[in-house]
């Protein structure tokens, strides 16, 4: 089972999920990364540029709890370029002196609520590193609200190559992948919302319905149908 809240980091959200049998651990591209932890591990998601499907029967029956961070935040977090991480899973200490890792697992270890724990570390560490670049924001509102990748590094003030370049530390991808990620996400809130997949794809700057299919399957791996349950 999934539940996820608003966490108290701005723009972050908090989420848990206990093994189910109906669950298929199937996790979409966002343009998000998140800070896991799962059974005393603590661990990294990268951004991930097509659906992600746990490889290993253990990663389905353990517990898990998660930071997700909002698109581009998590590299200053981090302090890793997200391209680093695209479509990866590594352990925290990876990335951070082992040590300090350790000490940091042993404190959600022992908090009440582990993703309680896990949050308290994202705030602590927000603290230390202070704000995340703006820039990302903007971009990401940019493509959000439908506008060409072009039209946004123009309205930003930085050329394609800029644009590229930044978008691969914050983001993982480029512009235009990103664009993509955004515009499913998009599509699927209206699509489980109930809207007519044609409405969708037109609603979502599709050419059509089955550009809108195909789309789908290449970043979720599955037909719009099937993902959706129908």
Do not use: I
């Not at 746990?54 to 961070?69: H, I, K, N, Q, Y």
């Not at 951070?96 to 560490?125: I, Y």
């Not at 914050?170 to 993509?180: H, I, M, Q």
């Not at 059509?208 to 970043?219: G, M, N, T």
């Amino acid at each position: 089972m999934y539940a996820e809240r608003a966490s108290r980091l701005t723009g972050a959200v908090v989420w848990t999920t206990t093994p189910s049998g109906s669950d298929t651990g199937l996790v979409l591209p966002d343009g998000c990364m998140d800070l896991l932890w799962s059974e005393g591990r603590l661990m990294v998601a990268g951004p991930d540029t097509r659906a992600y499907v746990p490889g290993r029967a253990e990663d389905l029956s353990a517990r898990w709890a998660g930071v997700r961070f909002f698109p581009g935040t998590a590299p200053t977090f981090l302090g890793v370029p997200a391209h680093e991480l695209c479509d990866r899973r590594v352990d925290l200490a990876d990335l951070w002196p082992a040590a300090r890792v350790r000490r940091l697992a042993a404190r959600v270890n022992a908090a009440a609520d582990p993703a309680l724990g896990l949050e308290e570390l994202a705030l602590e560490r927000a603290a230390e590193s202070g704000p995340p670049d703006p820039l990302p924001g903007r971009v990401v509102a940019a493509l959000d609200a439908g506008r060409p990748v072009a039209g946004t590094a123009d309205e930003l003030g930085l050329s394609a190559r800029q644009l590229h370049r930044r978008s691969l530390t914050a983001f993982g991808y480029g512009p235009k992948t990103l664009a993509r990620v955004l515009r499913l996400q998009r599509a699927l809130a209206l699509a489980r919302g109930g809207v007519p997949f044609a409405d969708t794809a037109a609603r979502t700057g599709y050419a059509d319905q089955a550009h809108l299919a195909r789309e789908v399957r290449e970043l979720a791996g599955r037909p719009l149908g099937q993902l959706l349950g129908r």
